[in-house]
């Protein structure tokens, strides 16, 4: 970039005068015409330079409880135990009153959504109150 003096340069304009287009005396002094020093105004006036440059700032880190860190369990509704009988046994062991181990199959817990008409023996590891009196009036039991 040319520096030298020419009719162009902005400061040519205002030598003589006192304020340089900068209004008051001191306007342009010091840090406070920058927004302050820093990081300074990060949450404030400097907002779109932080999600831009530093968008990990503010973000939570610390302690997470192990508990929260395990996975859920995956889940079946009791309204589609039939539908995975007849899927892994067949229907005509289905109709005689079957056992099905949904832990062979990945699913950890029983949940009470739907209805069942036929009596199943279920091994699971747990299950919800519901399903649990659900598959009992069906005259079926939980194997846990």
Wanted: charged content about 25%.
């Amino acid at each position: 970039m040319n520096k030298m003096p020419h009719d162009l340069r902005r400061t040519r304009k205002y030598r003589g005068s006192r304020y340089c287009g900068w209004g008051q005396v001191g306007q342009h002094r010091k840090s406070g015409s920058r927004g302050g020093k820093g990081f300074a105004g990060g949450h404030k006036h400097f907002w779109i330079q932080t999600v831009k440059y530093n968008p990990n700032r503010y973000r939570r880190i610390g302690f997470v409880p192990p508990s929260s860190l395990e996975p859920l369990p995956a889940t079946i509704n009791i309204g589609e135990l039939e539908e995975l009988a007849v899927k892994m046994l067949g229907a005509e062991a289905v109709k005689n009153g079957a056992e099905l181990d949904l832990t062979e199959v990945g699913i950890g817990k029983l949940l009470g959504r739907g209805s069942v008409s036929m009596s199943f023996k279920v091994r699971v590891e747990s299950a919800s109150a519901g399903a649990k009196s659900k598959l009992e009036e069906a005259g079926g039991s939980i194997v846990e």
